[in-house]
Nanobody
């Protein structure tokens, strides 16, 4: 069974950094694309970053490009999201999700194309 669990959220001041983790089981990164998404109150779910399994291509959402970095530890089955220079508008619940095997949509971070979702972790950035 495919399972994902995000953790590491918290409260941080604007300009600060935070590192999220997503522990996975039931699949391998060789076969599934995996990404981070977020949803702020009253807003639609937004794509943050996705790594494709077929060629390792990485797609970042426009609003986080240059500030967020996704990495993975295949041996641990864990992916990470390093978030730097955080802004109040980054406040949201962050989710990790997976889809076989490519990142969905022309942007590569289309939430509707992801198939399995984990429970989210809250990130709050104060001004």
């Amino acid at each position: 069974e495919v399972q994902l669990q995000a953790s590491g959220g918290g409260l941080v001041q604007a300009g600060g950094s935070l590192r999220l983790s997503c522990a996975t089981s039931g699949f391998t990164f060789d076969d599934y694309a995996i990404g981070w998404f977020r949803q702020a109150p009253g807003k639609e779910r937004e794509g943050v970053v996705c790594i494709a399994s077929d060629d390792g291509s990485t797609y970042y959402g426009h609003s986080v490009k240059g500030r967020f970095t996704m990495s993975s530890d295949n041996a641990k089955g864990t992916v990470y999201l390093e978030m730097n220079n955080l802004k109040p508008e980054d406040t949201a619940v962050y989710y990790c999700a997976t889809a076989p095997p490519i990142c969905p949509g022309p942007s590569g971070v289309e939430p509707s194309g992801m198939l399995r979702w984990g429970k989210g972790t809250q990130v709050t950035v104060s001004s």
